[in-house]
């Protein structure tokens, strides 16, 4: 099984809600991530946790708050996002830990609206 | 930082036609993966190729790390090949993707 999931597929939400995007994947993968794709864009990486701790934050603005409850979940919380911060989410993972090797393997993603 | 360069941003070819998509990219990359991804946003996996060829149907793949280049191969090509081909390449501590290039096969 090489599937990753992602919950939910669409999400519209106001500048002042809370909401959450989840991530699984059953493959026993010790790294997960969190991409952020705007339209025409590449995806850009967000968030690396490897065996379940935060490795590497690229900068990313404190309104998203990862959180990596096992190795097997992975969770974006979102709070007072911003117009801008509507783009396609991807969540990842790999075999190997941090960016040292492996195949990446992606899940279908979850399109967010913020209006 | 690692950089990487893909090419053609754009192909426009017709149904049954060969192409070969490029990617370059600059030291320090120990990993490259080809994904396609499709109008629904899905990144699937083509090749995970640091280095060597790689065959999947009518795809395949080349990477040559020592000139630090990749190429992708589709053959006889069909309109479902459309979508954008992105090579990603990381090394120890940085990741990147490519541009991609958008291509669209027509009937």
């Known amino acids: 099984d090489t599937e990753v999931t992602q919950t939910p597929k669409h999400l519209v939400m106001g500048m002042t809600n809370k909401k959450s995007l989840k991530c699984e994947q059953h493959?026993?993968?010790?790294?997960m991530y969190w991409y952020k794709q705007k339209a025409k864009k590449p995806p850009e990486l967000m968030f690396v946790y490897s065996y379940e701790k935060l490795s590497i934050n690229e900068s990313v603005p404190s309104r998203f708050s990862p959180e990596c409850p096992n190795s097997s979940l992975l969770n974006l919380h979102l709070h007072a996002l911003q117009p801008e911060d509507s783009a396609l989410y991807l969540c990842a993972s790999s075999q190997d830990s941090g960016l040292a090797g492996g195949a990446r393997y992606f899940g279908p993603g979850t399109r967010l609206l913020v209006l | 930082g690692i950089q990487v360069e893909q090419s053609p941003p754009d192909l426009i070819l017709q149904e049954g036609a060969n192409s070969t998509l490029r990617c370059n990219f600059s030291?320090?990359?120990?990993?490259l993966q080809w994904f396609h991804q499709n109008p629904w946003g899905q990144l699937i996996n083509l090749f995970y190729?640091?280095?060597g060829t790689k065959q999947n149907g009518r795809l395949s793949a080349t990477t040559v790390a020592t000139e630090r280049y990749s190429l992708l191969y589709i053959s006889s090509s069909q309109t479902t090949d459309s979508g954008v081909y992105f090579c990603a390449v990381w090394g120890p501590y940085d990741m990147r993707f490519g541009a991609g290039t958008r291509l669209t096969v027509k009937p």
């Open positions: 190729i640091p280095s």
């Open positions: 030291d320090s990359v120990n990993n």
């Open positions: 493959m026993g993968h010790r790294a």
